[in-house]
């Protein structure tokens, strides 16, 4: 095993150790992520760790950052081993940092570096190593196959055509299923007039419905809803800065939209369209039996020098502050009072309302399906053993942790599934510790059930997918 990565690892007691030997072969549902399908149906190769590793990683180009590497390194077109150089020479500045872990575990479970922590000194060895792993076949479905990956959801806009995706259904030599998720954020850019008329453009294309109106918007996407049913899609996601629940008549909602296009938008108008297309969004999931992901809270492309320079999505965004947690009552309420209220999952970035929303959620079960309202995973800067344990905690004390779907990866790179590991292993080192502290009872069998149902029956079971048979069927 790894000089660091050993078999104990996050596991401190028997308890946990036999706890985590009940999952740690149980297959992956991962239900949100970023990888590209195309990747996954052309068998995508790299010829070097950097490429697999660096590129499009904006959490290893902010670590970089903060050791002082050129952007040239981190996010710009610097030469491949010189930026794995450079990471290489940023990793021991992250002690306690999530990367340090993460980067250790995925050198372990996919390059065959097991034995060596990444340093200045070991750089070298590992460049070759993990260049020889690559050239022996590593590429994007060996790491599904590494990593047990039964399910996996790519996050994808209306208006895509889903080639890809249909290319990954029609091929019985690929193990893992593929489905998109139905992420309908560019449709709500009521705030910039020309971003939104360009996609406007593009939706109209793809729906054939012309988007000249607000019930011409609805209409669209509810073609494009369909058409993602069709490919198996049975989950929608939502990247919000905070929520609005501010109701408004048809008539009004149609003003504002043509407004939008005119760029002569009010607040209280933008407040209502997002509201508008967020609770129809809502009703088509619930119509369509999807669950709905809401992931909110960032403040997105706070240094305006570097998105000018490098564009969004390039590790310059930051916990935002808005306060939330009421309108979000109220627009759940609203979707519970005309009884479509469907399975949902809550994403919070900002940890103060970590047990807020584990608490909301509390307030809207019912008995369409065990936990329907769920405070997810920790999420992105919350993704660390802290978050990850205060959003246990919150889900225990608050709620039912036996009910909970567990881990996703949310990244863009096809090593991150061995965050499911580390996610269980987290899991099980706090179950096993409470076992063996009196806290929970001593009862093996018992607590092995609630583990492996978080690790892999409940994701399976909540998002109800289909057979590979189903898929592009109406």
């Not at 063996?436 to 607590?447: K, M």
């Amino acid at each position: 095993m790894s000089a660091f990565i050993t078999e104990d690892f996050l596991l401190g007691n028997a308890s946990a150790r036999r706890l985590f030997d009940a999952v740690r072969d149980l297959p992956i549902v991962d239900f949100h992520s970023h990888l590209d399908a195309r990747d996954i149906a052309e068998d995508r190769h790299w010829e070097n760790i950097s490429q697999l590793w660096l590129a499009g990683d904006h959490y290893k180009w902010r670590a970089m950052r903060w050791n002082g590497v050129p952007e040239t390194f981190c996010a710009g077109n610097g030469d491949d081993r010189e930026k794995f150089r450079r990471f290489a020479a940023t990793m021991p500045r992250l002690l306690r940092n999530p990367l340090y872990h993460w980067c250790h575990l995925e050198l372990a479970r996919y390059l065959g570096v097991d034995d060596l922590l990444l340093g200045p000194d070991t750089e070298a060895e590992i460049w070759e190593r993990s260049r020889a792993a690559l050239a022996n076949g590593l590429g994007a479905r060996a790491c599904l196959r590494i990593s047990n990956v039964e399910i996996v959801c790519t996050t994808d806009d209306p208006a895509d055509d889903l080639a890809w995706h249909r290319a990954c259904a029609a091929d019985s030599s690929l193990a893992t299923r593929v489905f998109p998720t139905f992420r309908p954020d560019r449709a709500r850019d009521f705030a910039n007039p020309p971003r939104l008329a360009a996609y406007l453009r593009r939706l109209s294309a793809a729906s054939g419905v012309t988007v000249n109106c607000y019930a011409a918007l609805l209409s669209a996407l509810k073609q494009r809803h369909d058409f993602f049913h069709a490919a198996g899609c049975r989950a929608s996601d939502h990247g919000i800065p905070t929520v609005w629940h501010a109701p408004a008549s048809e008539l009004q909602l149609e003003r504002a939209f043509q407004n939008a296009l005119s760029g002569s938008l009010s607040e209280g108008e933008f407040a209502a369209l997002q509201t508008g297309v967020l609770l129809e969004c809502a009703r088509m999931d619930f119509d369509s039996g999807w669950t709905r992901q809401l992931h909110i809270g960032p403040a997105r492309d706070t240094n305006s020098r570097a998105l000018a320079a490098l564009g969004p999505d390039t590790g310059f965004d930051s916990i935002g502050s808005a306060d939330y947690i009421a309108p979000l009552a109220r627009h759940l309420d609203a979707l519970d009072s005309e009884g479509r209220l469907g399975r949902t999952i809550l994403y919070n970035i900002h940890p103060r309302d970590t047990e807020a929303l584990a608490a909301l959620a509390g307030s809207f079960q019912d008995a369409l399906c065990p936990g329907k309202i769920q405070l997810g995973a920790a999420w992105w800067f919350l993704d660390q053993l802290d978050g990850m344990r205060r959003q246990l905690e919150a889900v225990s004390a608050l709620g039912s942790l036996p009910n909970f779907v567990g881990m996703l990866t949310d990244s863009r790179s096809f090593l991150s599934f061995s965050r499911h590991e580390y996610f269980r292993r987290l899991l099980c080192g706090l179950l096993g510790r409470e076992m063996e502290d009196g806290l929970l009872p001593g009862n093996l069998p018992l607590v092995a059930a609630a583990a492996r149902d978080i690790s892999y029956f409940n994701p399976k079971n909540f998002f109800r997918f289909p057979e590979r048979g189903a898929f592009f069927q109406s």
